[in-house]
């Protein structure tokens, strides 16, 4: 059986395809990143890298510290004394 549409639903439809086509087309940046750009992001990530390093080599003994469990002391050792 054929089915007619009516004006308003084919509006509707042709609007969400172009809207679908409109999202999907890629927009071009226009930006140029030249050499130096790249380099001063690898650099960058250099000195965090390496300033995460010098922060830990600074705490390692308060780290170390904190993950491993002291023996518990009893107090039985004071009082024979």
Do not use: C, N
């Not at 250099?46 to 002391?73: D, H, M, N, Q």
Request: zero cysteines; hydrophobic letters at 50%; glycine letters at 2%.
């Amino acid at each position: 059986m054929y089915r007619a549409y009516k004006p308003h639903q084919f509006q509707s439809v042709l609007a969400w395809v172009i809207l679908i086509t409109l999202l999907l087309m890629p927009v071009s940046a226009l930006a140029y990143l030249d050499p130096t750009t790249g380099s001063m992001l690898i650099s960058a990530i250099v000195g965090l890298f390496a300033s995460l390093v010098l922060a830990i080599r600074t705490y390692w003994y308060r780290i170390k510290a904190f993950f491993t469990r002291k023996p518990a002391e009893s107090d039985t050792d004071e009082e024979t004394v």
